[in-house]
């Protein structure tokens, strides 16, 4: 079965740098985009990132210019590189497969990131 | 970007009642549109996609319609399992952009 397991997330001062993974099994990862969404405590969802399959990346203007994000096929995973991060970026950081026809499907357990000095 | 307006933002039903959630997309989104699930300190899970076809496994009580701007999410019969929020994403173009979230309570 699908499963979507992140990892690298904690504590971090602000104007600090944090990488996420994710680590896919249980599907052909070079066929489906991978993506990251993040909700803040208390709040709803927000679309982060996502990545083609082939390579190419998307940002929300929240993160444009601060957020990386990259993929390897070879190793069926998924990063975030997370860089100037600011109190607001306080989130459960969601990994999110999906393919641009029938859009986001699974999505993993999340991993907490909290922005504080 | 495209704005979805997702309402209302709650409501409170009773067992077996029929519920409607609304969202609306600031431009045309053809059929690009899921509705997602989401129950208390879980994750996420896809009730809808492709704005009416039924993600497998999900009960038949949760129906999907709608396409260009206007779309709907119809629970024809509240069960107890049902407490969630629910919300709306376009994933039409990027960046996707979610709907503000339903937050759906028994009464």
């Known amino acids: 079965q699908v499963q979507l397991v992140e990892s690298g997330g904690g504590l971090v001062k602000p104007g600090g740098y944090l990488r996420l993974s994710c680590a896919a099994s249980?599907?052909?990862?070079?066929?489906?985009?991978m993506s990251w969404v993040r909700q803040a405590p208390g709040k709803g969802l927000e679309w982060v990132s996502h990545?083609?399959?082939?390579?190419?990346?998307y940002y929300g203007d929240s993160v444009r210019g601060r957020f990386t994000i990259s993929r390897d096929n070879g190793k069926n995973s998924v990063s975030l590189e997370m860089h100037s991060l600011r109190a607001d970026d306080t989130a459960v950081y969601y990994c999110?497969?999906?393919?641009?026809?029938?859009?986001?499907?699974?999505w993993g357990q999340g991993t907490r990131v909290t922005v504080s000095s | 970007d495209i704005q979805m307006t997702q309402s209302p933002s709650s409501l409170s039903a009773s067992v077996g009642d029929r519920v409607t959630i609304t969202c609306r997309a600031s431009?045309?989104?053809?059929?690009?549109l899921g509705w997602y699930q989401q129950k208390p300190g879980k994750a996420p899970t896809r009730l809808i996609y492709?704005?009416?076809s039924l993600q497998s496994g999900v009960p038949s009580r949760f129906t999907g319609s709608g396409s260009g701007t206007e779309f709907t999410l119809t629970i024809s019969s509240l069960q107890p399992e049902d407490l969630a929020t629910y919300y709306c994403?376009?994933?039409?173009?990027?960046?996707?952009?979610f709907g503000q979230g339903t937050k759906v309570e028994i009464k």
């Open positions: 492709a704005a009416s």
């Open positions: 994403l376009q994933y039409h173009n990027s960046p996707f952009t």
């Open positions: 990545i083609s399959s082939s390579g190419t990346m």
């Open positions: 999110v497969r999906g393919t641009f026809l029938t859009g986001p499907d699974s």
């Open positions: 249980g599907f052909t990862f070079s066929d489906y985009y």
């Open positions: 431009q045309g989104i053809r059929n690009d």
